[in-house]
């Protein structure tokens, strides 16, 4: 029984051989924990201004819908541009923009009469310029991290994501119903001029000789890739049915309000991440599992199947718990994913392919959160939830039935993965000791 219990625990135990074998991952890891965590604090703030200054549902569902069109265009280019230029540059000049448009934000906070337009504004040019940001952040660990470490680094990524998404929100929570949302947006630029410090000592991370300048063209050669790669369609399709139909965080402002416990906004918002740390933490197993596209496909079942029984809660408590379960599933999808991603696409493709994957990511939660405020529009928190939930195990299953090279993806056999890790072999022989 004890040495059951140590191959258990072997199993369920995070690898951090990118953390240690990779001084530029260190850096891109520590500052990812960095900005999460003020990131997280404005994403609590900014509807729950938005619902002080309004009291609307539709006008909270609206903020996502603002960043919309920024995230398609930026996220796109963005991609382009990570193929053409030194991503280190892009994400330097990125965290500047962003640590503008926050001290914005506490700016209009502080005012008299806080504008609304503000939000919305400010809402998108945010989200664009973390959309140009993003394919770099994306594509680099490609360049950073071992090929045969991109399932461990997935996993510790997702762990340090939610580090943030659960103590972030409970601390925005808590600042912006005591304080206001100016001390939360101080935070968060605060984070910004931390994370630059870090940033700055990553080593230039220049695109190869012959890499194809940002244009249109380039795009279109990007867009053709994904489409011809049915496997890699699955992935992002799945996603976005999963976010478009399940995700209902506009609604938790107002969650609060009918469960009488307007202090347990901030344990809403971090209840997805607990769970999803809880399956990162545990996540060593991930690792071993080679039939990616199944296990996206299961685990993005669970997740609709967990935020349609949340309509059900009767109380804080299991509104949480359906929440947390819900999280922990969207992890695992998006550890299957990522390394689905980063394992078989071409490095001189991947910024081009890691703004495709952000429209998959981004785009689906940003029009959840608007259906979210029109269902409940229509007929009330619950029925949002419940039906949203629902429709997203309908839409999942469909997707799987018509990609079968997408549930049948694996990554010991895929020719596409097998092509990709020759080549970093070849390219580490190349490379002097």
Excluded at 276 to 297: D, P
Excluded at 324 to 342: E, K, P, Q, V, Y
Excluded at 383 to 409: I, Q
């Amino acid at each position: 029984m004890p040495g059951q219990l140590k191959r258990l625990v072997r199993q369920l135990s995070i690898d951090v051989s990118p953390l240690r074998d990779s001084r530029d991952y260190r850096l891109l890891f520590t500052s990812g924990v960095i900005t999460m965590f003020g990131t997280m604090i404005t994403m609590v703030a900014v509807p729950y201004q938005m619902k002080q200054l309004t009291g609307s549902y539709l006008a909270v569902g609206l903020v996502s819908l603002a960043e919309f069109l920024p995230m398609v265009v930026c996220g796109l280019w963005g991609g382009a541009i990570a193929d053409a230029l030194d991503r280190r540059k892009i994400i330097v000049f990125s965290e500047l923009g962003l640590l503008a448009t926050s001290t914005a934000l506490m700016v209009n906070a502080l005012l008299p009469d806080p504008q609304i337009w503000v939000l919305y504004v400010l809402g998108a040019i945010a989200t664009g310029i973390t959309c140009l940001q993003r394919p770099s952040l994306e594509a680099v660990f490609q360049q950073v991290v071992r090929h045969d470490q991109q399932a461990a680094a997935a996993v510790l990524s997702s762990m340090r994501w939610n580090f943030g998404a659960i103590v972030a929100p409970a601390l925005g929570g808590l600042l912006v119903s005591t304080y206001g949302p100016a001390p939360a947006y101080g935070l968060d630029s605060l984070s910004f001029v931390l994370s630059l410090v870090l940033l700055w000592r990553i080593r230039s991370l220049p695109t190869a000789e012959d890499a194809a300048p940002a244009s249109l063209k380039s795009l279109m050669e990007g867009m053709r890739y994904a489409v011809g790669r049915r496997d890699l369609m699955g992935t992002y399709l799945v996603d976005i049915a999963a976010m478009v139909f399940a995700v209902s965080t506009a609604l938790f402002p107002f969650l609060a309000d009918e469960l009488h416990a307007p202090q347990a906004l901030g344990l809403l918002y971090s209840a997805a991440a607990v769970g999803a740390l809880i399956a990162s933490v545990t996540g060593g197993w991930t690792t071993r599992v080679r039939r990616h596209g199944l296990g996206v496909v299961i685990a993005a079942t669970a997740w609709g199947t967990a935020m349609a029984l949340t309509a059900l809660a009767p109380n804080v408590w299991l509104l949480f718990a359906g929440l947390a379960l819900a999280g922990a599933a969207d992890m695992i999808s998006g550890i299957f994913r990522m390394t689905m991603w980063n394992q078989t696409i071409p490095q001189e493709l991947r910024g081009r392919l890691a703004g495709i994957e952000l429209l998959s990511y981004a785009s689906g939660p940003m029009l959840g959160d608007t259906r979210a405020g029109l269902m409940a529009n229509f007929g009330g928190t619950r029925f949002a939830l419940g039906a949203g939930g629902l429709l997203c195990v309908a839409a999942v299953l469909s997707l799987s039935a018509a990609l079968p090279k997408f549930r049948e993806y694996d990554a010991g056999t895929s020719e596409h993965a097998l092509a990709e890790q020759a080549r970093r072999e070849a390219a580490a022989q190349r490379t002097p000791a």
